[in-house]
C-alpha cells in the first residue's frame, strides 16, 4: 500500500526566505501526488498536484514540487515566504493499486517569522 | 460550482450520545471520503462511499459508520460517543476516477464533553 513521510512537523523560515517542505512516498505503481494546505479551522485546500508528465509542478501561491522517481520525493517549495503562509501542509499519495485510497503524511506546520 | 458542504459547523454532544453529521459533495461528484483529524493521530481516514456503496474502510470501530444517498449526499454517524471522539471530522469530494483530486468541506467540529 501506498504511504507518504513528510519530514520535519514543524519548519520555520523568516519573511522573504526559501520555504522547503520534505515528503517521500511509497508506492509499487506509479503515484499520483498531491499538496494540500489547512489555515486554521478550515478544510484542505489543494495546492498541486502530479499525475504524470512534467516533474516540476506549479500550484497556486507561488509554491511549486518537483516529482523525482529516483528518490521517490515530492518536495514542496517556494521562493519567498510570506506571513500569510503560515498554515499547515499535508502531502499525500494515491495509486491505481486501490481505488481511489489517499493516504496523507502527517503534516508539517509553517510558520513564518516576520 | 459550489463546493463541498459540510453541516453543522460545530457540534457539543456529552459521552454516550450519538451524533450525525452531513456532506453534501460538489455537483457530478460521485465519491465522498470522511476523515478524522486529530492533534494527536493527525488525519486519519474512516471511510470512502461510491454510488451508494462503502468501497474503502479505514481502521476505525464499528461505531462509526455511513451511507450515502442517491445524490451523492453522504452522513457519517458516531454512536455511543468517547471523549476521544472530540475531532474535526472531514468530508471529501472527488469524481472517482483514480488520482482525482479530493475537494475538501470546511469540516465538522465534534467537542464530546
Known amino acids: 500500500a501506498q504511504s507518504v513521510t513528510q519530514l520535519g512537523s514543524h519548519v520555520s523560515v523568516s519573511e522573504g526566505a526559501l520555504v522547503l517542505l520534505r515528503c517521500n512516498y511509497s508506492s509499487s505503481v506509479p503515484p499520483y501526488l498531491f499538496w494540500y494546505v489547512q489555515y486554521p479551522n478550515q478544510g484542505l485546500q489543494l495546492l498541486l498536484k502530479y499525475t504524470t508528465g512534467a516533474t516540476l509542478v506549479k500550484g497556486i501561491n507561488g509554491f511549486e514540487a518537483e516529482f523525482k522517481k529516483s528518490e521517490t520525493s515530492f518536495h514542496l517549495t517556494k521562493p519567498s515566504a510570506h506571513m500569510s503562509d503560515a498554515a499547515e501542509y499535508f502531502c499525500?499519495?494515491?495509486?491505481?493499486?486501490?481505488?481511489?485510497?489517499?493516504?496523507f503524511g502527517a503534516g508539517t506546520r509553517l510558520t513564518v517569522k516576520p | 460550482k459550489a463546493g463541498v458542504t459540510q453541516t453543522p459547523r460545530y457540534l457539543i454532544k456529552t459521552r454516550g450520545q450519538q451524533v450525525t453529521l452531513s456532506c453534501s459533495p460538489i455537483s457530478g461528484h460521485r465519491s465522498v471520503s470522511w476523515y478524522q483529524q486529530t492533534p494527536g493521530q493527525g488525519l486519519q481516514f474512516l471511510f470512502e462511499?461510491?454510488?451508494?456503496?462503502?468501497?474503502n474502510k479505514g481502521n476505525f470501530p464499528g461505531r462509526f459508520s455511513g451511507r450515502q444517498f442517491s445524490n451523492s449526499r453522504s452522513e457519517m454517524n458516531v454512536s455511543t460517543l468517547e471523549l476521544g471522539d472530540s475531532a474535526l471530522y472531514l468530508c471529501?469530494?472527488?469524481?472517482?476516477?483514480?488520482?482525482?483530486?479530493?475537494?475538501f468541506g470546511p469540516g465538522t467540529r465534534l467537542t464530546v464533553l
Open positions: 462511499y461510491f454510488s451508494e456503496t462503502q468501497r
Open positions: 499525500a499519495v494515491s495509486d491505481s493499486s486501490n481505488n481511489n485510497d489517499m493516504r
Open positions: 471529501a469530494s472527488s469524481l472517482d476516477r483514480v488520482g482525482d483530486t479530493q475537494y
